[in-house]
């Protein structure tokens, strides 16, 4: 079956990186375009960045453009997301999910086909 399985969450002080993985199995992982949501506590969950299949495109949100990058590695069936900057603002559980559209990535999480169970990012002040 389908499993994402991201890792990397933790705790991090404000001005610090972070840098989260997504294991992804199950799917032909080049033929998803991927996605980076993310949910703080009494919030919606919203969407952070995303990569096309081949990695040519990628879409970020307003709030992490500049201090977030992500990429992948379809070698390893693997999605990164790399946070610098890091801010209080950021504190949530962020989740991985595939698109099984890979030629863009879309901010509409209603779009995504499967999900990871979600990692903690937690940014001290």
């Known amino acids: 079956q389908v499993q994402l399985v991201e890792s990397g969450g933790g705790l991090v002080e404000a001005g610090g990186s972070l840098r989260l993985s997504c294991a992804v199995s199950?799917?032909?992982?080049?033929?998803?375009?991927m996605g980076w949501f993310r949910q703080a506590p009494g919030k919606e969950r919203e969407f952070v960045t995303g990569?096309?299949?081949?990695?040519?495109?990628?879409l970020y949100a307003d709030s992490v453009k500049g201090r977030f990058t992500i990429s992948r590695d379809n070698a390893k069936n693997t999605v990164y997301l790399q946070m610098n900057s890091l801010t209080p603002e950021d504190t949530a559980v962020y989740y991985c999910?595939?698109?099984?559209?890979?030629?863009?990535?879309?901010?509409?999480?209603?779009?995504?086909?499967?999900w990871g169970q979600g990692t903690q990012v937690t940014v001290s002040s």
């Open positions: 990569i096309s299949g081949s990695g040519s495109y990628t």
């Open positions: 999910a595939a698109d099984r559209r890979p030629y863009l990535a879309t901010m509409d999480r209603l779009a995504y086909d499967y």
């Open positions: 199950g799917l032909t992982f080049s033929s998803y375009a």
